[in-house]
């Protein structure tokens, strides 16, 4: 019932901007923390940012603090992840993720991603 739906991604320079969205829907999406966490090629699970359910508390990676921003629209059950001064190692296939109500029992439910290249 619960899907998430990346979009956004896309090829951009290093340096550029991209904002990527989540489409949230099968659950209330006001009630739950928010995850975006990546995968670049041939690396492991990165998390990358969370925001908490009214979008008031942020938090980030410190590869991406300072130039990325999380945030929520919960009118439209939307997610997003402005990414700013984007750099090659940024590129990856980035994954939002729905979290369970208890922030130490993680993340119950992920989209499919979408990939994000940066180079020139």
């Known amino acids: 019932e619960v899907q998430l739906v990346e979009s956004g991604g896309g090829l951009v320079q290093p340096g550029g901007s991209l904002r990527l969205s989540c489409a949230a829907s099968?659950?209330?999406?006001?009630?739950?923390?928010m995850s975006w966490v990546r995968q670049a090629p041939g690396k492991g699970l990165e998390w990358v940012s969370d925001?908490?359910?009214?979008?008031?508390?942020?938090s980030y990676a410190d590869s991406v603090k300072g130039r990325f921003t999380i945030s929520r629209d919960n009118a439209k059950n939307t997610l997003y992840l402005q990414m700013n001064s984007l750099k090659p190692e940024d590129t990856a296939v980035y994954y939002c993720?729905?979290?369970?109500?208890?922030?130490?029992?993680?993340?119950?439910?992920w989209g499919k991603g979408t990939l994000v290249t940066v180079s020139s």
């Open positions: 993720a729905k979290r369970r109500t208890n922030w130490y029992e993680g993340m119950d439910y």
């Open positions: 925001i908490s359910s009214g979008g008031v508390s942020t």
């Open positions: 099968g659950f209330t999406f006001s009630s739950y923390g």
